[in-house]
Nanobody, 120 residues
Framework: QVQLVESGGGLVQAGGSLRLSCVAS????????MGWYRQVPGKQRELVAS???????NCVDSVKGRFTISRDNAKNTVYLTMNSLKPEDTAVYYC??????????????WGQGTQVTVSL
């Protein structure tokens, strides 16, 4: 069993910053790609940023230059540092991880989500 637990969400004014964290726990070999997604009511969940185990990153155009994804492999943790936040960044943010189990099988897991609200 693998659990992903997010933290760091909250209410912030436009232009402010937040840092999200997601810790993976359980029994597994290692974690391949990790990512952050977000979802607003009535819309599909969208990828915000992802990072491979080797540190290669990718992010959606709307957050480039403002959000940074990073990870600490030793701690099985991924971070999303969000600067210059805008009201349109308001969403529930979800952590996702592709976890490699003993025997080689890889399964995807999701966290429970953390609310980020950006006010004017």
């Amino acid at each position: 069993q693998v659990q992903l637990v997010e933290s760091g969400g909250g209410l912030v004014q436009a232009g402010g910053s937040l840092r999200l964290s997601c810790v993976a726990s359980g029994t597994f070999l290692n974690i391949d790609e990790m990512g952050w997604y977000r979802q607003v009511p009535g819309k599909q969940r969208e990828l915000v940023a992802s990072i491979t185990s080797g540190g290669s990153t990718n992010c959606v155009d709307s957050v480039k230059g403002r959000f940074t994804i990073s990870r600490d492999n030793a701690k099985n943790t991924v971070y999303l540092t969000m600067n210059s936040l805008k009201p349109e960044d308001t969403a529930v943010y979800y952590c996702q991880a592709d976890v490699r189990h003993w025997g080689g099988a890889v399964y995807g897991y999701w966290g429970q989500g953390t609310q980020v609200t950006v006010s004017l």
